[in-house]
T-cell receptor
Framework: SQQGEEDPQALSIQEGENATMNCSYK?????LQWYRQNSGRGLVHLIL?????REKHSGRLRVTLDTSKKSSSLLITASRAADTASYFC??????????FGTGTRLQVFP | DAGVIQSPRHEVTEMGQEVTLRCKPI?????LFWYRQTMMRGLELLIY????????DSGMPEDRFSAKMPNASFSTLKIQPSEPRDSAVYFC???????????FGPGTRLLVL
C-alpha cells in the first residue's frame, strides 16, 4: 500500500519557472524524503526532512513539512530542462521502511 | 564509492524459467531493500533486511518469489517460475542505519515472455 500521494500527478512548465509539488501522507512519521527518477533510471535521493523540521533547502530545492496537516511540498526554483523527471515523496510511517507515493511527472520545456 | 550495484541490468526470459537478480549494497550499509516498479502499481517494497536478516517480507507477491542475503555485501531476489506479470523494473536499495537516506541501484529491467 502507498503511504504518500503526490499532487499534481503531472506538471508542465517553461524553463525558468518554479515548480511546486505536494505530498500528503497518512500516518505519523520520523522523516520524509524526496527522490527524483529520470526516465528509465534509478531513484536519486534529493533531500530528507525530519519530523521536527519545518523547512529545508538544498541548492534550488526547498522542502517544507507540515506534520499537523500531514503534508510536504517540494519547490524547485528557476527550473531547467534537466529537471524533467518524476518526483516521489517517501515516508517511514510507523515502521523503519520507506513507503513511496505515486509520484509527480515534471516536464520542463526549454 | 561505487554505489549500489545490480546485475543484470536487463533480463529477458520465457515464462516458467528461473530468474535471479543480484545486488551489492554500499559498503557499511546495514539495511537492504528490494523494490518492484510497474506503471500500474508504482514502486512497491518487496522485502528488506537489517544486518542480513529478513525483517519484513509482506510485500513479496507469492511463494514464487524468494530473497536471500548470505552476507553483508550480497543479496539475491529469485523468481521461480517466472510469469509475464512479473515483468517490471526491480530496484535494490541500501541504507546505513534506520532513519537515514536510502540509496538506490540502477535497477534490473525484467521482461518475461
Amino acid at each position: 500500500s502507498q503511504q504518500g500521494e503526490e499532487d499534481p500527478q503531472a506538471l508542465s512548465i517553461q524553463e525558468g519557472e518554479n515548480a511546486t509539488m505536494n505530498c500528503s501522507y497518512k500516518t505519523s512519521i520520523n522523516n520524509l524524503q524526496w527522490y527524483r527518477q529520470n526516465s528509465g533510471r534509478g531513484l536519486v535521493h534529493l533531500i530528507l526532512i525530519r519530523s521536527n523540521e519545518r523547512e529545508k533547502h538544498s541548492g534550488r530545492l526547498r522542502v517544507t513539512l507540515d506534520t499537523s496537516k500531514k503534508s510536504s511540498s517540494l519547490l524547485i526554483t528557476a527550473s531547467r530542462a534537466a529537471d524533467t523527471a518524476s518526483y516521489f515523496c517517501a515516508t517511514d510511517g510507523d515502521t523503519d521502511k520507506l513507503i513511496f507515493g505515486t509520484g509527480t511527472r515534471l516536464q520542463v520545456f526549454p | 564509492d561505487a554505489g549500489v550495484i545490480q546485475s543484470p541490468r536487463h533480463e529477458v526470459t520465457e515464462m516458467g524459467q528461473e530468474v535471479t537478480l543480484r545486488c551489492k549494497p554500499i559498503s557499511g550499509h546495514n539495511s537492504l531493500f528490494w523494490y518492484r516498479q510497474t506503471m500500474m502499481r508504482g514502486l512497491e517494497l518487496l522485502i528488506y533486511f537489517n544486518n542480513n536478516v529478513p525483517i519484513d517480507d509482506s510485500g513479496m507477491p507469492e511463494d514464487r518469489f524468494s530473497a536471500k542475503m548470505p552476507n553483508a555485501s550480497f543479496s539475491t531476489l529469485k523468481i521461480q517460475p517466472s510469469e509475464p506479470r512479473d515483468s517490471a523494473v526491480y530496484f535494490c536499495a541500501s541504507r546505513r542505519s534506520i532513519g537515514e537516506t536510502q540509496y538506490f541501484g540502477p535497477g534490473t529491467r525484467l521482461l518475461v515472455l
